[in-house]
């Protein structure tokens, strides 16, 4: 597939509503992303991990008990209504700091509470919209891609802003950014509504318990799919672990400063230069078909994002100055990022192909669930590990964990 190939669903003006909406939400998400995970480091200290555990149990909550009501609703609206309220939740947010001087610690609690739980209703209703955007099948990949490739280019341009722009503008106005770009994005989704056919929805009404049992056995019946679905907890756990508390923490303890001279500059840096290579090797994913027997690839990208989370360790452990320690963090940062795109492309394309449409919603949540309960666990392990172990140390086992679930999912589906 070639790059024209990898561009063909920009042509439809759906698609590309939709994917410029999904873009700036994207960026404004990362940059309230790595604001908060400042914010909160400097508020909470360790323990800011427990927001992120927080944020798991919503996604986990919502996911579980709202997923049979939600699959009954019309998804468009369901995406609408989701980016309304998160816009004006951090509308709140901005006005109790500006009001009060200081972010407050209950308010940013309750921003994560409510985004979580909109982002568990978003996101699977976004994977059941777009093959009903896409006439001819063939254009999954590259669809998938240029959706993923939102997440990817804010994962450059976000922390590339908060670098650049960390020491001049008040802190809070990332989330002010933030809140726009949800609104942009519920316009977006408005204009679509009338070129995606009406949603195919479960006959009847389900109660909780048969929507949970849908979800996970559709998924459990495809091979490769119920494999992945069995071990996403552990990485996206040990991957936020590593990027959303170590590093923050690491830049803090060794005082490694940034553009601007301050530290979150720093970790604005990192994440940016994480953001580089995985929006690259998205592209290079996208371009390409689907393999023929993609589970080599998707574990191969397990693989060097292990890979790169031990070498993160490794550097941390090192006697290097703060200057050598963050052009080495962001090297390794750079590396971890390409496979990231390796698994989630042909991931998203496989349940979108082989699964039932009806049943999208319900396996994405199946997968939300997955990684949440993971995630969880890593935060509320993960801030003692810290303390106890040391950060490098906490970082080569986060690393050396995904190496060996490469290994086995390459060996398994080679």
Not at 358 to 379: K, Q, T, Y
Request: hydrophobic share 55%; proline share 5%.
């Amino acid at each position: 597939m070639s790059h024209a190939r990898l561009l063909a669903p920009l042509r439809r003006g759906p698609i590309a509503l939709l994917w410029g909406g999904l873009a700036l939400s994207a960026i404004g998400d990362q940059l309230y992303t790595v604001a908060l995970t400042w914010v909160a480091v400097g508020v909470f200290g360790a323990a800011a991990g427990y927001l992120t555990a927080l944020s798991a149990v919503v996604v986990l909550a919502v996911a579980l008990l709202a997923g049979a009501h939600a699959d009954q609703w019309d998804q468009r609206r369901l995406m609408i209504g989701a980016d309304v309220l998160r816009a004006f939740v951090l509308v709140i947010v901005v006005s109790v700091w500006a009001a009060t001087g200081a972010p407050q610690a209950w308010s940013l609690i309750a921003a994560v509470v409510l985004l979580a739980g909109a982002q568990a209703l978003f996101q699977p209703a976004l994977q059941a919209v777009l093959p009903g955007l896409v006439s001819d099948v063939s254009l999954l990949p590259a669809s998938n891609a240029l959706l993923d490739s939102t997440d990817r280019i804010a994962r450059l341009l976000g922390p590339g802003l908060i670098a650049l722009l960390g020491g001049f503008i008040p802190v809070m106005h990332f989330f002010s950014l933030d809140a726009a770009s949800f609104a942009v994005s519920a316009i977006a989704v408005t204009l679509i509504s009338c070129h995606v056919a009406a949603d195919p929805r479960p006959a009847g009404r389900e109660g909780v318990i048969a929507s949970i049992v849908r979800g996970f056995g559709t998924v459990r019946r495809h091979v490769l799919l119920g494999f992945t679905l069995s071990i996403t907890g552990v990485l996206n756990g040990t991957w936020y672990a590593a990027f959303f508390l170590g590093i923050p923490l690491l830049i803090e303890q060794r005082g490694i400063t940034g553009p601007g001279g301050s530290g979150l500059g720093a970790y604005g840096l990192v994440i940016a230069s994480y953001g580089c290579t995985n929006l690259l090797a998205t592209l290079v994913v996208g371009s390409r078909t689907l393999p023929a027997r993609p589970g080599g690839q998707m574990f191969g990208g397990t693989m060097i994002g292990g890979l790169g989370i031990v070498l993160l360790g490794l550097a941390a452990a090192a006697p290097l100055g703060p200057a050598v320690l963050l052009a080495l963090f962001a090297a390794f940062a750079a590396l971890t990022a390409i496979g990231g795109p390796m698994k989630d492309i042909p991931l998203a394309v496989l349940r979108q192909t082989e699964l039932p449409r009806r049943d999208l919603p319900a396996a994405m949540r199946a997968f939300l669930v997955s990684a949440n309960a993971g995630l969880l666990a890593a935060m509320l392990v993960a801030p003692l590990a810290f303390e106890t172990l040391g950060v490098p140390l906490t970082l080569l086992v986060c690393g050396a964990t995904n190496l060996a679930i490469g290994v086995l999912g390459v060996w398994k589906f080679r």
